[in-house]
């Protein structure tokens, strides 16, 4: 059956599309865009598919070649795979559609070497999350990330010293990675993670495994920006095209939090990690120091781009906290704010490039009546703040009271203090753009209405209801990640 | 008139008449012999390019245009990398895995058909890692010229 190969299907479309890019682009410029939305497309079906497998059948381990682990590749999905493949694909495939008209204006000419590459990033960071070998995760993540150093150096003028000091933070990053990985191999002899996960607690006390996890946490710490690492993603993406940003925004530092969870919890065991060397608490400190500075940041920023990138910093911060408390209700809030913050960084982002397709406006100051010259384009925006903020029914809401509960059940205040400092310094950062859109002009000033391009607009509002619609049903993103988080935390 | 030649040194010029030939033969042979020997489809790949940049170095970007012109480049890049997924996909067509070689029926034996399925999968690579190469030569070359 051809349902039986929908995990490596996911991988090879994505390589054929890419490198039959070129080809299409030479028969017409114009039907790159298309085609990259087609493949983006069939990689979120067989998402879906491979979500709907897992939930119904269990896990699924394909072996390519016929070869067994641990000497062959695998390929794993378990639920946690799955569902983050299913918001990756799914960001990549809004994108796509969102990204023609926006993508025609700021890269005019450059279709061609830009699908090729946009799929190529699809495709790389479907391979992280979809693989269950050590060292192929590491060849995805150099896939994607030279991908994405090219995307983001397509941007503005400054974009290339943001994509040169982005290429420097990876290239360290993927270094101390591949260095971890090195040292697991030499003292295991295996790359397939769950083989990894059953030598591993024979070398407990070794200090060569302490280096081990030390480098791959500075490293996958790096690639998910988070707080004293997140030097490069505040330039990326303020200069980096609109549609990049967004696509990069939703899942490539998502990616890298789902490696981390991955190679904390599945090769290294959460009780090593937890107990043993204190790694996680380590990590929910930086996250929580990190979330205030993302805040506070964002609120010294007023290009509209650059205070999404750090309220991202912030995001990304409530995300490892989650993962770090490690007890069942933080782990599944951390999850789930992958899912809210991928639709709500999306949505923003791409609204931030609506209003940059329509007046070039990047100020915050100067947007003023915007909430009439583009009514839904805005109302969109509104819904994802309030999102962020966390003001319920919005997904953001159930995201936070997960995190807020967990920290509570950890017994620590400390972090449940900080959730709710945030949380008003996010409403601060974004009333400031509400006070411009809705309330800078006055009440009898004409604005014609000049509202974004359907293909723009359709994503945007998707996005808007997804949110909606998400925290409403909360539960049911929620009993799925609980599956996994109760199979694998005690 | 003839565009003239960026090279006038004649013994560059007659050495590369001499020994490109040579250089593509042997990269064949290296791609040919990659599953049962030393080499492979990248080496040989690497091998094909070099051939080919002293091919122009020698004769000049415009003569090597003539035989590989980038467009060209671009669609033998993608070729190469629709042979290895298509040998790939060939394996789940006949009810195999992902390049699952052996059951292809191609060989008398599972471990002949591998053997045809990797030299598949060497030319799809040798082709690609040739094209990128000699791309990527063409642009530095290119951007030295000022064009």
């Known amino acids: 059956m051809i349902t039986d190969h929908l995990p490596i299907l996911l991988i090879v479309i994505g390589f054929f599309g890419a490198f039959f890019t070129p080809i299409i682009g030479m028969i017409r410029k114009e039907l790159c865009s298309p085609w990259a939305t087609f493949i983006t497309m069939l990689q979120f079906l067989i998402s879906l598919l491979l979500l709907y497998n897992v939930i119904t059948a269990g896990n699924i381990s394909y072996w390519l070649g016929g070869w067994q682990p641990p000497w062959g590749i695998e390929y794993a999905v378990d639920i946690l795979n799955a569902f983050v493949l299913v918001i990756v694909a799914g960001v990549c495939f809004s994108v796509s559609i969102y990204s023609r008209k926006s993508l025609g204006l700021e890269v005019p000419g450059k279709e061609m070497p830009l699908y090729t590459l946009y799929i190529l990033l699809s495709t790389g960071m479907l391979g992280i ?69 059953r030598l591993i607690p024979a070398l407990y006390g070794s200090p060569v495994l302490l280096v081990a996890i030390a480098m791959l946490v500075v490293g996958l710490s790096i690639k998910t920006a988070l707080f004293p690492l997140h030097t490069w993603l505040p330039d990326a993406y303020t200069h980096a095209p609109s549609a990049i940003s967004a696509l990069l925004a939703g899942t490539f530092t998502k990616v890298g939090i789902y490696a981390l969870i991955r190679v904390m919890f599945t090769v290294i065991s959460p009780s090593y990690v937890i107990e043993t060397v204190p790694v996680m608490s380590m990590l929910t400190w930086l996250a929580a120091i990190g979330i205030l500075a993302g805040s506070v940041l964002a609120i010294a920023q007023y290009d509209i781009k650059r205070m999404l990138a750090y309220s991202s910093v912030s995001q990304i911060g409530y995300i490892i906290l989650g993962v770090g408390l490690a007890n069942n209700i933080a782990m599944t809030g951390g999850i789930l704010h992958i899912l809210s913050h991928s639709l709500m960084k999306v949505g923003l982002f791409m609204v931030a490039g609506a209003i940059i397709y329509r007046t ?60 709710l400092l945030s949380s008003l310094l996010t409403a601060v950062y ?33 996005f808007a209801v997804l ?24 | 008139m003839k565009a003239a030649p960026v090279s006038n040194d004649i013994i560059l010029r007659t050495g590369a008449s001499i020994m490109v030939p040579v250089i593509l033969l042997w990269g064949l042979y290296v791609l040919i012999h990659g599953a049962i020997g030393p080499g492979g489809g990248f080496q040989a790949g690497v091998i094909l390019a070099a051939g080919f940049i002293l091919y122009t170095t020698a ?16 669609v033998i890049a993608s070729t190469g990398l629709f042979i ?35 030299e598949m999968v060497e030319l799809g690579i040798g082709l690609t890692v040739m094209s990128i190469m000699l791309s990527i030569f063409y642009d530095i070359a290119l951007k030295e010229k000022g064009e």
């Open chain 2, 84 to 118: 290895y997924a298509g040998v790939g996909m060939l394996a789940i067509i006949f009810g195999g895995n992902f390049l699952e070689y052996g059951v292809i029926p191609i060989g008398r034996t599972p471990a002949e058909a591998s053997k045809y399925g990797i």
């Open chain 1, 129 to 197: 999350v979809v693989t269950g070998d050590i060292f192929n995760l590491y060849v995805f993540l150099e896939i994607a990330s030279l991908a994405a150093y090219a995307l983001i150096a397509l941007g503005d003028r400054q974009s290339r010293m943001a994509s040169f000091n982005y290429m420097i933070m990876g290239t360290i990053s993927a270094s101390f990675i591949l260095m971890g990985i090195g040292y697991l191999y030499v003292m295991t002899g295996s790359l397939n993670m769950a083989d990894l996960s």
């Open chain 2, 59 to 74: 004769f000049g970007l415009k003569e090597a245009k003539k035989i590989l012109s980038v467009k060209l480049l671009m």
């Open chain 1, 467 to 490: 949110i909606l619609l998400a925290g409403l049903f909360a539960s049911l993103p929620i009993e799925v990640i609980k599956i996994w988080v109760t199979g694998v935390l005690p």
């Open chain 1, 360 to 419: 070039g406006i990047k100020n915050i100051y100067q947007l003023k009546g915007m909430g009439k010259k583009m009514p839904y384009t805005m109302g969109a925006f509104v819904v994802g703040a309030l999102s962020m903020i966390g003001i319920p029914p919005t997904i953001g809401f159930a995201s936070k009271f997960y995190l807020a509960w967990g920290a509570l059940e950890a017994g620590n205040w400390v972090f449940v203090v900080v959730i």
């Open chain 1, 430 to 462: 974004f009333w400031r753009i509400f006070e411009n859109v809705y309330f800078g002009v006055h009440e009898t000033e004409e604005i014609k209405k000049d509202e974004a391009p359907l293909s723009m607009l359709l994503p945007i509002i998707a």
